[in-house]
């Protein structure tokens, strides 16, 4: 493969906190490496920032190989880029060529609001969690591993569910600002595991009541979420999501759930 | 202070069941009012905060990321070892056992390791039930692979993404237990001092990374499962955030540091492609199973892989160790390639690479696939389709992860690997209980010292995480607390607290009036040369010696000259990193120190003048069979304890993998 070098210019939004409004900011970055990460490139102008004497842009990352799911940036008008099943971290700078200009913003949606430049808040998906996305199992309970066989069809879709990395790029990508596709993958993770059958019918219930509290908006199956998102989870999960939903509404014990 | 390590006495597979059965009770009523911290959310942590909150204790748990499910436990992929035996191919808790000693070179406690191995079984039942989706096999029962350094199949998986479904089922219980509000979550969080009132750990203080805010924070207990500090090192397999910060903390205020010098060099990593790296990529040891590792046995060949036929490639480890061959350990793996690389046969644009190739695996489950399908007149091509879909299922996942970083396109081309830092053995001392020398002070998963030597074998991280969370504090931790009972809990105005603070708040104050020139990032980068040229896979006394003056000298530099911009009060992620990096400049020299004091080579350190005439390391049992366990003694100044190890089942031989 060939590489080159580049120079790009950035627009990256800039907000100094979650009171404060925000506004982009222009930079000039030079001599970029085609075989840079797109965060690698982002650590080239941070250096470059406090070379300057001012402040670097802040921005989530973590494992940089696309798993922790901590990254989180809007490019060019795309959740982690142009990149398909790709996370931010993941993409290398052999996508850009020399002169091309690059627009970065944070995750925009209510539920994810602005903590500085390009970090936002996210702890709204861990309180969905709370409200009902484990199987309630305390340590020592449990039986003999293979005393209980799963199809193997069905522990692969359980995985391919539970592949989500909770980076919210669902929630950026969709117009409504909807959760659907992250509530719906972990719903899916667990009704699909005889493991999570005992709770199933509070689960959808309880957690869907839980993304609605925390303002995310409403699902109009526009596909969005799919198209973007990092670890490819099918929006088949959001049927089974609305069947988890309507099954739990029609046996009672949601009610239940709810006085809970 | 002599170390005691507590370990129960009796027959080694009687140890720990007498324990259990003799240990102290605390009765629920008693757990409601004791108070747990729990440091750190990945393995170790989440499984310890949720089993604990399970009992009742009241447990305040806390992560700098952002939220408890991204610790880097999620990165791992290989798997996770117990001694099921599903195979039917030998396998059983003494074998486990017995691979885990003889791995980490007979440099690790007898007493733990078989504690570890009993509970590891229990670990895959819990996690199945708690709906973590291991690969399966057509019948519907686990599937098992391979991972170096044994002979049987015990690896327990989740495609390549073993260790994210492992802490996403921790994560959740965690998450209940947060709901149920047996536990409160302190998330962009970071430990910055622990607190000590009458030689017992009863607190820490912590910084809220958003406010900037120092928070002060009681418990009767404190659990550190705050992982490695292989970022030592600048360039490592871990996440940008991991530090050594927590457990240095600890040190400085009594807990003995336990083999720093012991470090993992994974072998296949993706090399490092130019100066602008940031951090380095694994690619799992599963792909050992599968993978051949070779290199021309041409100096200097420029050609591409596909025009070396056959004959003149060497496969390096097969030829080597027969008897394990691509399958030896990362430490035996690691220094196998370097010295390829190093005697001109490295391959790629830097030369500092060898080749994993899948072409045979590819053709051989063609093969087996199309007997499969009954088609048996099928060209090489078609063979070969068939045999990418295979491997596709089996790797699928760190193959995209290959591609999108090199460009490259492994199912076509071998894939070119390096070893790069990935895992440390050493950590804080902690006795049989996870204790550290602090009392109420206690160390979980990769922040201890205890379980792997001088060299952790493949899948045994996870495991060890999850046993001392699960299985070993919950046992542990009341044996102590029993004593604790009638203990308030205590004020956070009391002296202790307002000191620790104090402290905590001079020294940040401290690093933002330095107002330099050098960037924290430079200084990392710095350590991280010195670090991985003098005490990286190969270590001399002439070389470490120079080390440390080195580190002392950037150590001066960084306290004078360092620039970090921005505010204390707010995010501020230049000031947590600069926190980290001058803890990880004093861990660098403690490092260095041990190295130099071993006079040995054992596991991953390799004491260039101590290896056999074959390049194999050279172990000195009659005088290095000991742990060393640093105690702080004030700036630079270390004093060494040792911990003779008692080796009484598994006799100590030179470890041979041919």
């Known amino acids: ?260 | 202070m002599p170390l005691n390590s507590k370990i129960p006495a009796g027959p080694i597979d009687a140890k720990w069941k007498t324990y259990k059965a003799t240990c102290k009770l605390v009765n629920p009523a008693n757990k409601r009012s004791l108070e747990v911290i729990v440091v750190g959310t990945g393995l170790a942590g989440a499984s310890a905060a949720a089993s604990l909150g399970e009992m009742g204790y009241k447990v305040k748990a806390f992560c700098f990321q952002d939220s408890p499910r991204r610790a880097h436990s999620i990165a791992a992929q290989g798997g996770i070892n117990a001694a099921k035996n599903y195979q039917n191919d030998g396998d059983s808790t003494y074998r486990l056992f017995y691979d885990t000693i003889k791995g980490g070179d007979y440099r690790a406690r007898e007493g733990n390791v078989h504690r570890l191995a009993e509970v590891s079984a229990n670990i895959i039942d819990q996690c199945v039930a708690a709906g973590v989706p291991f690969a399966r096999e057509y019948g519907g029962l686990l599937s098992n692979r391979s991972f170096g350094g044994t002979q049987v199949q015990r690896t327990f998986y989740a495609a390549g993404q073993t260790g994210q479904q492992l802490l996403i089922g921790a994560y959740q219980g965690l998450e209940r237990q947060v709901a149920l509000g047996t536990v409160t979550m302190y998330s962009r969080h970071e430990m910055l001092e622990v607190v000590i009132i009458d030689g017992k750990a009863r607190g820490i203080i912590a910084r809220n990374l958003v406010t900037g805010e120092l928070e002060r924070h009681f418990g009767h207990a404190v659990l550190l499962c705050t992982g490695g500090y292989g970022n030592v090192f600048y360039l490592s397999t871990n996440a940008m955030g991991s530090n050594v910060t927590a457990a240095w903390k600890a040190h400085k205020k009594g807990a003995f540091f336990g083999n720093p010098c012991f470090t993992q060099i994974h072998p296949t990593c993706i090399p490092v492609s130019g100066d602008h790296q940031s951090k380095l990529t694994l690619m799992s040891e599963s792909l050992r199973n599968d993978g051949r590792i070779w290199v021309p046995k041409k100096q200097n060949d420029t050609r591409k892989p596909v025009d070396i036929a056959e004959e003149e490639r060497d496969y390096y480890l097969e030829r080597r160790y027969p008897a394990f061959g691509n399958l030896v350990p990362r430490d035996v793996a690691s220094r196998a390639a370097k010295e390829r690389c190093d005697a001109g046969y490295g391959v790629g644009s830097s030369k500092m690479a060898v080749y994993l190739d899948f072409g045979a695996a590819i053709e051989r489950y063609g093969k087996i696939e199309a007997n499969k399908q009954g088609k048996h007149n099928l060209s090489k091509d078609e063979i070969i389709v068939l045999g990418k879909a295979v491997v596709k299922e089996k790797y699928g996942n760190l193959f995209d992860m290959y591609e999108k970083i090199t460009g490259e396109n492994p199912y076509e081309t071998p894939m070119r690997i390096y070893p790069a830092v990935h895992y440390t053995m050493g950590g804080l001392w902690v006795d049989y209980e996870l204790m550290t020398t602090v009392p109420g002070l206690y160390a979980l998963g990769e922040a201890n010292f205890s379980d792997h030597g001088a060299n952790r074998l493949g899948a045994s991280a996870l495991m060890q995480g999850l046993a001392d969370g699960y299985f070993v504090i919950p046992y542990t931790l009341g044996n102590n607390l029993a004593d604790d009972i009638r203990t308030k809990a205590i004020p956070t105005d009391h002296p202790a607290f307002v000191a620790a603070e104090k402290e905590v708040a001079d020294r940040i104050n401290k690093l933002m009036s330095i107002k330099g020139t050098e960037s924290v990032e430079s200084f990392h980068k710095r350590l991280g040369k010195i670090m991985w040229d003098k005490c990286g896979m190969g270590r001399n006394a002439e070389g470490l010696k120079q080390a440390i003056e080195e580190i002392k000298a950037l150590r001066k530099e960084f306290w004078s000259n360092v620039r970090i911009p921005g505010d204390i009060d707010g995010f501020n992620p230049e000031l947590d990193k600069a926190g980290r990096v001058a803890d990880f400049i004093e861990l660098g020299e403690l490092m260095c120190i041990d190295a130099l004091n071993r006079n040995e080579s054992c596991g991953g350190h390799f004491r260039e003048e101590y290896q056999t005439e074959d390049g194999e390391a050279l172990r000195d049992d009659a005088n290095y069979m000991f742990v060393s366990a640093w105690e702080y003694k004030g700036d630079s100044q270390y004093e060494l304890h040792k911990e003779p190890l008692n080796y009484e089942v598994v006799h100590p031989s030179s470890r041979s993998y041919k």
């Open chain 1, 1 to 260: 493969m060939q590489h080159y070098n580049m120079n790009l210019n950035l627009k990256v939004w800039r907000q100094k906190n979650s009171k404060t409004s925000g506004a982009f900011e222009t930079f000039k970055v030079s001599n970029i490496s085609s075989e840079m990460s797109f965060l690698e490139m982002f650590d080239v102008l941070n250096e470059q920032l406090v070379a300057e004497g001012k402040e670097p842009v802040a921005f989530d990352h973590d494992c940089r190989e696309g798993i922790c799911g901590m990254c989180s940036m809007h490019i060019n008008g795309r959740a982690h880029g142009p990149w398909s099943k790709n996370t931010t971290c993941q993409l290398h700078m052999r996508e850009y060529k020399d002169g091309d200009t690059i627009v970065v913003e944070p995750w925009r949606a209510d539920a994810f609001p602005v903590i500085k430049d390009l970090v936002v808040d996210r702890s709204s998906f861990d309180r969905i969690i709370q409200a009902g996305g484990y199987i309630s199992v305390n340590t020592g309970n449990a039986q003999d591993a293979n005393a209980l066989p799963i199809e193997k069809q069905q522990a692969d879709d359980a995985f391919a569910a539970a592949a989500c990395i909770g980076c919210g790029a669902c929630v950026a990508a969709c117009p409504n600002a909807s959760a659907m596709l992250f509530v719906s993958a972990k719903v899916s993770h667990l009704a699909l595991l005889p493991q999570g059958d005992p709770e199933r019918k509070t689960r959808a219930f309880n957690m869907v009541n839980q993304m609605d509290a925390e303002g995310f908006g409403s699902c109009t199956n526009i596909g969005a979420c799919e198209a973007e998102c990092p670890k490819g989870i099918s929006l088949e999960n959001i049927a089974r999501l609305n069947r988890e939903y309507v099954g739990s509404m029609l046996s009672g014990s949601a009610v239940e759930g709810l006085q809970q």
